[in-house]
Nanobody, 127 residues
Framework: QVQLVESGGGLVQAGGSLRLLCVYS????????MGWFRQAPGKEREFVSA????????YYTDSVKGRFTISRDNAKNTVYLQMNSLKPEDTAVYYC????????????????????WGQGTQVTVSS
C-alpha cells in the first residue's frame, strides 16, 4: 500500500521560507513522477511543481519559478519542496502526489494523472 505523508507546513511571514517534506512508503518506484499541488480556500487545486527523476526534469508553475525548488532523496524516500520568498498568495494546503506513469511537460501538471495523494499540509503566509 502506497502512502504519502506531508509535513513542514506552518505560519510564516511574507519573505520567509519553508521546506515541505513528503515521505512516501510502499511501492513508489524511482521512475514515478512526484508532484506538489496546492489548494487555497474557495479555489480549485492547482499544480505547483513536479519532477521526473528518471530524466532529471523539473516543472514549476509560473508564479513560483525562481522561488520554489523541488528535489528528491530516494535513500530517504522523501520529496522536498523548498519555498523561499513566500508571498501571502502562496497560502494554501499543499499536497504531495505520485504518478505511476511516465509524464512529460504539460502531462506532469495535470492532477488527474496522479495516482496517489497525501493528506496535505497547511502553509499560511502573513503579510
Amino acid at each position: 500500500q502506497v502512502q504519502l505523508v506531508e509535513s513542514g507546513g506552518g505560519l510564516v511571514q511574507a519573505g520567509g521560507s519553508l521546506r515541505l517534506l513528503c515521505v512516501y512508503s510502499g511501492r513508489i518506484l524511482s521512475s514515478y513522477a512526484m508532484g506538489w499541488f496546492r489548494q487555497a480556500p474557495g479555489k480549485e487545486r492547482e499544480f505547483v511543481s513536479a519532477g521526473t527523476w528518471s530524466n532529471g526534469n523539473t516543472y514549476y508553475t509560473d508564479s513560483v519559478k525562481g522561488r520554489f525548488t523541488i528535489s528528491r532523496d530516494n535513500a530517504k524516500n522523501t520529496v522536498y519542496l523548498q519555498m523561499n520568498s513566500l508571498k501571502p498568495e502562496d497560502t494554501a494546503v499543499y499536497y504531495c502526489a505520485a504518478d505511476m506513469n511516465y509524464c512529460s511537460g504539460y502531462g506532469c501538471t495535470d492532477e488527474y494523472g496522479y495516482d496517489y495523494w497525501g493528506q496535505g499540509t497547511q502553509v499560511t503566509v502573513s503579510s
